[in-house]
């Protein structure tokens, strides 16, 4: 880095001096000669997927995988609006992702005439913007520029939340001043601060409320997840010995096979050892974790909220008051050094799967794929799992993956899309593969962009729960066929795209199937078909609630 540098190398340069050593994007006109710097000798490793949503869910997967920043670059216009949705999604899962946009230059914007890619006006896309990131601006002063720069750097890792900067195309030639601090900068961005007394204050009133309570209770959010505070948790719960549930957008946060974990609340169709265990709890510390409909299936908490103690969003509630600027890091870190007793209460992890039927010839049933999925990943510690939108999202909190960190689903999002390109990113920044578990649906939106896994040294095995159509909506649609989907060859269009497919209808050609893929090299397409009325455990209990209320 110097002192004046052209813009384009100068946004190189810091983002490398950040850490970032991948780029995914898809360039056009108005961005092409910023993206063609990016990827010069010494630059940045390009990713460029077939349709800007893959490399948005691309981006996402590769930010919540590795804890690091997730960087896109897209064209003006087109691009950019293309990619509304996976950073929509970046925003409300707090995902710290930068995009980065071209734009028309100065001389074509002083044509008069309207410019191509243009919705409304030149400025509508950055406002577009402003609405899905922490920061949104249009850097178009050399003065300010690398200052501009790393502002909405530095917020969009404070905040793990996406930011926004568009870079006019005559722009990235322009020198700018690069101010000495940036120049001098080790590269490491800060975290959000704390106020340490008031860190010490409210630790201590939760440590005492611990120690007081009969029955206290830990549910780990999402927050553990992006700040990746597993291991400050874990040494909280292993030294109170307080047992901890996860939710539907966090889990994950905690390993699954840890001894005290209780396995995934939601709501009041929790499996029941888990509802009743939240509910009873006489002190309950939400760490990090967002009161969504999702978490709590539609309903309002069954917990009583005067019991929690919360510490979310830079702020610790207990009861009727509450202490700011306390990251829930610092939280963490001030608690587990306070004296906790510790409890030895036997925790047992609980699910929705009921034990499965015997017999290898029987026709597949949702279930059975969450059986056999458990059974191929038992072990299997380097591997991560997926679980798009739709039924998949519910069959998910039933599967048991091992290793640390090693769940992804878009628990609050929700949007299909997520599922395959989202474990391609993952991959490509971890090395670990991925299982996703994918309905038709889903894998029509975004699901051929594996095609491109192998020139990214990607090999997912996606496990496509066919059930001819959208069918989590079957059991409250009139009209069936609204919700019918065109049939496609899955296993002939895997093998067509440089990987291996195979359809399966039994228990145990589905046993055999992901054997099978666990052992090829590239990626692979199990199509398993299950009746299109046939639902996930937890999907039949959200259906039935859904109904039940509906009824009322
Ligand atoms: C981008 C997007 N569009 C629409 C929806 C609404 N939606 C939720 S689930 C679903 C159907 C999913 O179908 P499929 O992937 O086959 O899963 P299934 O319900 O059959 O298990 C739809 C359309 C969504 N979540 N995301
Ligand atoms: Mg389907």
Redesign the pocket.
């Known amino acids: 880095m110097k002192g004046r540098m052209p813009l384009g190398d100068f946004l190189v340069a810091y983002l490398r001096k950040v850490g970032v050593t991948h780029l995914f994007g898809i360039p056009g006109d108005l961005v092409m000669r910023l993206f063609l710097r990016f990827g010069r000798p010494r630059g940045l490793h390009i990713v460029t997927f077939s349709h800007e949503p893959g490399v948005g869910f691309a981006a996402d997967g590769y930010a919540r995988a590795t804890g690091r920043l997730g960087v896109i670059c897209v064209t003006y216009g087109a691009g950019g609006h293309n990619m509304v949705?996976p950073v929509a999604g970046s925003f409300s899962e707090r995902v710290p992702l930068l995009v980065i946009s071209g734009g028309p230059g100065e001389e074509e914007r002083r044509l008069g005439t309207l410019i191509h890619h243009q919705a409304k006006e030149v400025e509508s896309q950055l406002r577009i913007y402003r609405e899905l990131t922490c920061d949104a601006r249009v850097i178009d002063h050399p003065a300010t520029a690398a200052e501009d720069i790393d502002a909405v750097v530095r917020a969009v890792w404070a905040d793990r939340r996406p930011g926004y900067i568009e870079i006019h195309r005559d722009m990235v030639e322009r020198v700018v001043d690069v101010p000495h601090r940036l120049i001098e900068w080790t590269g490491r961005l800060p975290e959000r601060h704390s106020d340490a007394p008031t860190v010490r204050a409210a630790a201590q009133e939760t440590a005492q409320r611990i120690n007081a309570a009969r029955a206290p209770v830990v549910i780990a959010g999402i927050e553990c997840h992006r700040y990746r505070l597993t291991g400050e948790l874990l040494r909280l719960l292993e030294r109170s010995g307080v047992p901890c549930a996860t939710t539907v957008l966090a889990k994950g946060a905690i390993p699954i096979d840890h001894p005290q974990h209780l396995g995934v609340y939601i709501g009041a169709i929790s499996p029941r050892s888990i509802r009743e265990r939240v509910d009873g709890a006489d002190v309950l510390i939400n760490l990090g974790t967002l009161l969504t409909d999702m978490n709590l299936m539609m309903r309002a908490p069954t917990f009583r909220l005067t019991n929690a103690v919360s510490a979310v969003d830079d702020t610790v509630s207990i009861g009727y008051h509450t202490y700011e600027r306390v990251t829930l890091r610092d939280f963490l870190i001030a608690l587990g050094r306070l004296p906790l007793k510790r409890r030895r209460e036997r925790v047992t992890y609980a699910d929705n799967l009921k034990p499965q039927r015997p017999g290898l010839r029987r026709a597949l049933r949702v279930t059975d794929v969450l059986w056999e999925i458990n059974r191929f990943l038992h072990g299997k510690r380097e591997y991560v799992f997926v679980a798009?939108?739709?039924?998949?999202l519910f069959a998910g909190l039933d599967v048991r993956v091992e290793g640390a960190a090693g769940y992804f689903a878009q628990g609050l999002y929700?949007?299909?899309?997520f599922g395959v390109p989202g474990a391609i990113g993952a991959q490509i920044g971890t090395g670990r593969r991925a299982l996703v578990l994918?309905?038709?649906?889903?894998?029509q939106?975004t699901g051929p962009e594996i095609a491109q896994a192998p020139r990214h040294g990607a090999n997912p095995i996606v496990l496509l729960?066919n059930?001819s159509?959208?069918?989590?909506?079957r059991p409250v649609a009139d009209r069936q066929d609204l919700l019918d989907?065109p049939s496609w060859p899955y296993a002939a269009l895997a093998g067509a795209w440089g990987g291996w497919g195979v359809r399966v209808e039994t228990v145990g050609a589905l046993r055999d199937a992901l054997a099978e893929a666990g052992r090829r090299k590239t990626f692979a397409v199990v199509e398993a078909v299950v009746d299109p009325d046939d639902h996930s455990p937890v999907a039949r209990k959200y259906i039935a609630a859904s109904l039940r209320r509906g009824a009322k």
């Open positions: 949705n798009e939108s739709g039924d998949a929700a949007s299909m899309g994918c309905g038709d649906g889903a894998f939106m729960l059930n159509g959208w069918g989590i909506f989907l």
